[in-house]
């Protein structure tokens, strides 16, 4: 005779949960954010922190983060294949990077902690055409002259 498998048998054991404490992981990240800022005062690395990726942060997390970094002087917009912003925090060196779809909704969103946001430095390929098109309007200025 065949005997059938059953769970029947097999103990179970029910495990609580707490809820997830949203701001202790906000100042964990803060932590984290003064450690990536010591690193790149020591060796000139630059770190990011990718909030998508951190999905336990929440809302109230998010906020609080938001919050305790601060608004700071610099904002820059790129509009590319969707919208960028990028806002310095009340701490120089710590960007809030924002990459928008063309629905406008974010996509991304980093926190960069860097000397200068990576993604306004110019592209060395761009900068290579921008020599070779200056390079001809000179050319042709002083032709005309």
Do not use: C
């Not at 809820?19 to 690395?45: F, N, R």
Request: without cysteine; hydrophobic residues 45%; aromatic residues 6%.
């Amino acid at each position: 005779m065949e005997r059938l498998n059953t769970f029947a048998n097999i103990p179970i054991k029910v495990v609580e949960t707490r809820p997830v404490d949203h701001l202790a992981i906000a100042k964990s990240l803060l932590t984290e954010i003064l450690s990536m800022l010591s690193h790149l005062l020591d060796t000139g690395e630059a770190g990011v922190l990718d909030l998508r990726a951190l999905p336990t942060l929440g809302q109230e997390g998010y906020q609080f983060l938001k919050d305790q970094l601060g608004i700071g002087e610099v904002k820059a917009q790129i509009q590319s294949f969707g919208r960028s912003e990028i806002q310095e925090t009340a701490i120089a060196g710590i960007w809030w990077v924002s990459h928008y779809n063309q629905d406008d909704e974010i996509y991304t969103e980093l926190i960069e902690v860097n000397f200068f946001p990576e993604i306004l430095k110019t592209p060395r390929d761009d900068m290579v055409l921008s020599q070779t098109k200056l390079a001809t309007l000179v050319k042709a200025l002083v032709e005309s002259s």
